[in-house]
């Protein structure tokens, strides 16, 4: 087994043809042909199929690319290391994040990074929590940042809380609902979430039963981000928001804080990261911007 054949199977996988990996790769469509032939005689199983989306890894195929994906991501962040010792500047650096977190100091922390590190390519993913996890444990994130309840657990690395952000019950301005003060007030309103748990559901209707109240008959899960949002600014439904997103972003400024008997519980803001024997530089460098603008 080869890094160039690993190479070839992850470039394949995230194109969809040989042709194409032989592109990205900048070698000949035989030269891609030939590495998987030997990747397939050397483990002795078909590693790719081809299906109407074009050339996908088979279940042997997928086991190996996590683990290719992995190698290969570790063998660029070791040249890029290496040319940083020797005085180059460049590289790249994977950031995952979920949507509540890019309003948390992120911005402030990339300017900061980009004074130090002006010619690292820099990738923002906002990726769902089981996206940061899996991508997190196949490498191909070099740090995660997400807005938590509760402190998440990933399959490999560590996770560190940065900051905690208030939060609170909004509405669009000008929503029937801008002027409720009670639950009660509340139980015919459309109640949306991001959370892929059942855990914001259990938690509205125990905050309704705890007031001896029915619950909303709508609560409604959107997974999707962006439709949250258009959601969020284009009907009356009720969310949670962070106060400091309220305060700082011109999204939040467009929302009513809602005046309720009670309050969500806070949102942690928490980091990510693979051991840190494996932060590259500039990876340690954008933790260390983080830090230092989400310090209280």
């Given at each position: 087994?080869?890094?160039?054949?690993?190479?070839?199977?992850?470039?394949?996988?995230?194109?969809?043809?040989?042709?194409?990996?032989?592109?990205?790769?900048?070698?000949?469509?035989?030269?891609?042909?030939?590495?998987?032939?030997?990747?397939?005689?050397?483990?002795?199983?078909?590693?790719?199929?081809?299906?109407?989306?074009?050339?996908?890894?088979?279940?042997?195929?997928?086991?190996?690319?996590?683990r290719a994906?992995?190698?290969?991501?570790?063998?660029?962040?070791?040249?890029?290391?290496?040319?940083?010792?020797?005085?180059?500047?460049?590289?790249?650096?994977?950031?995952?994040?979920?949507?509540?977190?890019?309003?948390?100091?992120?911005?402030?922390?990339?300017?900061?990074?980009?004074?130090?590190?002006?010619?690292?390519?820099?990738?923002?993913?906002?990726?769902?929590?089981?996206?940061?996890?899996?991508?997190?444990?196949?490498?191909?994130?070099?740090?995660?940042?997400?807005?938590?309840?509760?402190?998440?657990?990933?399959?490999?690395g560590s996770?560190?809380?940065?900051?905690?952000?208030?939060?609170?019950?909004?509405?669009?301005?000008?929503?029937?609902?801008?002027?409720?003060?009670?639950?009660?007030?509340?139980?015919?309103?459309?109640?949306?979430?991001?959370?892929?748990?059942?855990?914001?559901?259990?938690?509205?209707?125990?905050?309704?039963?705890?007031?001896?109240?029915?619950?909303?008959?709508?609560?409604?899960?959107?997974?999707?981000?962006?439709?949250?949002?258009?959601?969020?600014f284009n009907?009356?439904?009720?969310?949670?928001?962070?106060?400091?997103?309220?305060?700082?972003?011109?999204?939040?400024?467009?929302?009513?804080?809602?005046?309720?008997?009670?309050?969500?519980?806070?949102?942690?803001?928490?980091?990510?990261?693979?051991?840190?024997?494996?932060?590259?530089?500039?990876?340690?460098?954008?933790?260390?911007?983080?830090?230092?603008?989400?310090?209280?």
């Open positions: 087994m080869k890094i160039q054949q690993l190479r070839a199977l992850v470039a394949i996988a995230s194109s969809g043809s040989i042709n194409a990996a032989a592109k990205v790769l900048h070698v000949t469509q035989p030269a891609v042909t030939k590495a998987m032939q030997e990747l397939e005689a050397d483990f002795g199983v078909r590693l790719l199929e081809r299906n109407p989306r074009g050339v996908v890894p088979t279940a042997e195929g997928e086991v190996l690319l996590r994906q992995t190698v290969v991501r570790e063998l660029e962040r070791a040249q890029e290391e290496m040319a940083q010792i020797k005085g180059a500047r460049e590289g790249t650096l994977v950031i995952g994040i979920t949507p509540i977190a890019g309003t948390a100091g992120m911005t402030e922390a990339f300017i900061a990074f980009r004074r130090h590190w002006p010619l690292v390519n820099v990738e923002f993913r906002e990726l769902g929590f089981n996206q940061l996890n899996e991508q997190l444990r196949n490498r191909t994130l070099d740090l995660a940042f997400g807005a938590f309840s509760k402190p998440p657990t990933i399959d490999a996770v560190s809380e940065l900051v905690a952000f208030e939060t609170t019950f909004v509405t669009r301005a000008g929503s029937a609902y801008a002027d409720a003060r009670t639950l009660e007030a509340l139980q015919s309103a459309e109640w949306i979430h991001t959370d892929v748990t059942d855990a914001y559901l259990a938690y509205v209707e125990a905050m309704y039963r705890g007031a001896d109240l029915a619950p909303p008959q709508r609560i409604t899960r959107c997974t999707s981000f962006a439709l949250f949002y258009a959601l969020t009907t009356d439904a009720v969310c949670n928001w962070t106060r400091h997103s309220l305060e700082s972003t011109a999204q939040g400024r467009t929302l009513i804080a809602l005046n309720l008997p009670v309050e969500p519980p806070p949102l942690h803001l928490y980091l990510l990261s693979p051991p840190a024997a494996q932060l590259t530089r500039p990876a340690e460098y954008f933790v260390h911007c983080i830090t230092q603008t989400t310090r209280p």
